[in-house]
C-alpha cells in the first residue's frame, strides 16, 4: 500500500542529509532543481523499500512521481524499472509500453540528474532498442528545451553502448556537443567516454578530432578519462 510505503521512507529520514541534499542537488532560486524539497534518505535504503513494494500499482506510482519530495520520485522509478524488467522477462509488450508511455508522460517529475541517470537508461533504451521510431523519439527528446528531456536522450543511449551499438550515442552527442548546461555537457562527455571504453575506442578518437577543438571543456574532460595521460593532454592543450 502507499500508505505503507511512506511510512516507511519517513521511518528512515536523516535530518543532516534533509540539510545537506538542497545544496547537492542544487534546488535554491535559480539553479536546475529549484524547490525541490528533500526528506533525508539513502539510495540504498530507497531500494530496499522500493523492492518490497515492487507491486506497487501503476496509480500508486503515479502519486508517487508527482510528489513534492525528492525520494518520493526516486523510489516510483525504482519501482518502474523493476516492473519494465520483469515485463521484459515475460515478454510482456503490453506492460513495457504502459510503463515507457507513463515514464515519457512524466518527463516535468523525472526533474534531476539521479532521477535521469536511474531510469533512462533502463526504460527509454530498452524500450525503443529494436522500434523504428527509435531515431525520431531520442532525436526530439534531445533538441527538448527541457533539460530534463536532454539529458533522457543522452542517457538513454547507455542502454545501446552497452549493447555494443554506438551509433545512438555519437548521434545524440552531437545534437547535443554545445549545449550550454554543464549537466548536459558531462552527459554528454560520460557517454562519449563509455563508446570509447566499452564498443571501440577509436570511434570515440574519430569524433573527439572532429569536435575537439570547439566542444565544451566540460564534456572534452570527461570523454577523454581514459585516454593516456600524454594523449588527454595534446587534446586540452589543442596540439591533435
Request: glycine share 6%.
Amino acid at each position: 500500500m502507499l500508505s505503507e510505503l511512506r511510512a516507511e521512507l519517513r521511518a528512515h529520514v536523516d535530518p543532516e542529509k534533509a540539510a545537506f541534499f538542497p545544496r547537492f542537488f542544487k534546488s535554491g532560486p535559480g539553479q536546475y532543481g529549484e524547490g525541490d524539497k528533500f526528506l533525508g534518505l539513502t539510495v540504498p535504503v530507497q531500494r530496499i523499500i522500493a523492492k518490497k513494494h515492487k507491486d506497487l500499482p501503476m496509480a500508486d506510482i503515479g502519486k508517487l512521481i508527482t510528489s513534492e519530495w525528492h525520494e518520493e520520485r526516486l523510489t516510483a522509478l525504482l519501482i518502474l524499472v523493476d516492473q519494465y524488467q520483469k515485463a521484459t522477462q515475460k515478454n510482456d509488450g503490453e506492460m513495457q509500453k504502459q510503463i515507457y508511455d507513463f515514464y515519457l508522460a512524466h518527463t516535468a517529475n523525472i526533474n534531476n540528474w539521479d532521477l535521469v541517470d536511474t531510469s533512462a537508461d533502463k526504460i527509454v533504451g530498452p524500450y525503443l532498442h529494436h522500434r523504428p521510431e527509435k531515431g525520431a523519439i531520442l532525436t526530439g527528446l534531445a533538441r527538448s528545451t527541457s533539460l530534463w528531456e536532454r539529458r533522457i536522450a543522452m542517457l538513454s543511449t547507455f542502454h545501446y553502448i552497452r549493447a555494443g551499438e554506438p551509433g545512438e550515442a555519437l548521434e545524440i552527442a552531437e545534437i547535443l556537443l554545445n549545449d550550454t548546461h554543464d549537466l548536459i555537457q558531462k552527459a554528454v562527455g560520460w557517454m562519449l567516454r563509455e563508446v570509447g571504453k566499452r564498443c571501440d575506442r577509436q570511434l570515440l578518437v574519430a569524433f573527439l578530432n572532429e569536435h575537439y577543438q570547439t566542444m565544451p571543456r566540460t564534456a572534452l574532460r570527461y570523454a577523454i578519462e581514459h585516454l593516456s595521460p600524454e594523449t588527454r593532454q595534446l587534446y586540452l592543450k589543442g596540439e591533435i
